[in-house]
């Protein structure tokens, strides 16, 4: 455990409730262990990001390998192979359209400059746009930019006057698939103002911060369509989704998507150093290259393309070829459904759902106050239960790393299952 004394101010923390916090030492495939022995199974992947498993060997290696030739260049203008790698790859794994990579550090990041890229394709043809649409209870990150196309809450109340406005579209819940269909063809026409919305920003398949909302695939190539028809910008954020966690590589390939954007972070380096990434089609780029400075695409931060993050990258790229990640996938679903199905009987779980590697269901408590306090006990008494499980709101959910054994993973509902009681 850290000691009160430490100085480190935790992300999305109350240091008030004096919560103790585990001092990990050492992270080995689905485990974590702390320097006195003991060890948790990392249930939610480190926040969605590990997917191969902690210090998996091959990136460890390629990060090893990286940090003898270079550590860090200045990317504005100068460039080096293992970003080059990457983009080329990138770019033959995706759909032909997507032909440009940008790249930045964090999920965050990848979605600013993914909507920086929607305004100033529209500001430099000379038709600028700024309108952008959002679908309800998403989350995109928590900057400025990215809280203001994400769920507005209590979470983000105390910066709501920075906060841009959008038009939210309302999640399409089953049955109600067609209202949000018909609210996204409204909104995507001409506003009040006459001015068109310049892009549509969307989850593909499932909210993940939003509760593990998950609406089907021909509800995404629907939304798709719509936003080609109008000509507004489709931009996919599969920061979370990507790199297999919903089943696919990418969950718009699910739908048969091709989004005009795509954002990319979290797994793109095996969850194991920070790098993102935003695929764009070549009419978005097309459109600020010229012989006019004032065309440039003003967007860089320091560490853009890091060479030994793009290094753990190419070497996630080269696990992706080489083992067999689909079954490791396909198998871990399997796994989850069954567990997920011992547990849908009781009647305090409500909506069990399941979509790829991720399962999760909803913990019936019928008052409000109760609920505000569920989330902290639960994660107390998982810590307390050797997994490491971090439920959102009443919303409990399992997304662990691909190479985790079928023992672990009853051991993280063996305490699920203990923690309804
Ligand atoms: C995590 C997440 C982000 C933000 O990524 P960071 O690396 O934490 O900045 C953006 N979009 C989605 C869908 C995410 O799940």
């Not at 936003?227 to 990418?250: K, N, S």
Request: glycine fraction near 8%.
């Amino acid at each position: 455990m850290n000691t009160p004394t430490s100085p480190v101010w935790h992300p999305f923390t109350q240091h008030g409730l004096g919560d103790p916090i585990p001092l990990i030492e050492r992270g080995d495939g689905a485990r974590l262990y702390a320097a006195d022995g003991r060890s948790w199974i990392d249930g939610i992947s480190s926040w969605w990001v590990t997917t191969h498993g902690h210090a998996h060997p091959r990136i460890m290696a390629a990060i090893r390998a990286q940090t003898e030739r270079l550590d860090q260049l200045i990317f504005a203008g100068w460039t080096h192979e293992p970003a080059e790698t990457l983009a080329a790859e990138l770019v033959r794994i995706t759909p032909d359209p997507l032909t440009r990579v940008f790249f930045s550090d964090s999920g965050s990041t990848s979605v600013e400059v993914a909507l920086k890229m929607a305004l100033g394709y529209w500001f430099n043809i000379g038709a600028p746009r700024h309108r952008v649409l959002v679908l309800e209870h998403s989350y995109h990150g928590d900057t400025i930019g990215t809280m203001s196309v994400g769920e507005r809450g209590v979470y983000n109340r105390a910066w709501q006057p920075l906060l841009f406005d959008v038009d939210t579209i309302p999640f399409p819940h089953p049955g109600m698939e067609q209202a949000t269909l018909d609210a996204l063809d409204a909104a995507c026409a001409a506003s009040g103002t006459g001015e068109a919305a310049a892009a549509f920003i969307v989850e593909p398949l499932i909210l993940g911060a939003g509760g593990m909302l998950i609406y089907p695939a021909w509800v995404l190539a629907e939304m798709r369509s719509i936003c080609a028809r109008h000509g507004v910008l489709f931009i996919a954020d599969e920061v979370m989704t990507g790199w297999g966690r919903t089943g696919t590589r990418f969950a718009c390939d699910q739908a048969g998507v091709i989004p005009d954007i795509v954002c990319l972070s979290k797994g793109l380096t095996g969850g194991a150093i920070p790098l993102a990434v935003t695929l764009c089609i070549e009419p978005i780029f097309a459109a600020h290259v010229s012989t006019d400075r004032s065309k440039t695409f003003y967007h860089s931060s320091s560490y853009t393309a890091n060479p030994i993050a793009c290094a753990a990258a190419n070497a996630n790229l080269e696990i992706w070829r080489d083992e067999p990640v689909q079954q490791r996938i396909d198998a871990l679903g399997e796994a989850q459904d069954a567990h997920l199905a011992l547990l849908s009987h009781d009647p305090r779980v409500h909506d069990p759902r399941r979509l790829g590697t991720i399962a999760a269901f909803d913990i019936a408590a019928p008052d409000g106050g109760y609920l505000s306090n569920l989330a902290p006990r639960l994660i107390a008494f998982y810590r307390e239960n050797g997994v490491l499980l971090r439920p959102l709101g009443n919303t409990v959910y399992v997304m662990p790393p691909y190479c985790t054994t079928a023992d672990d993973l009853a051991q993280i509902w063996t305490a699920i299952a203990a923690s309804l009681d």
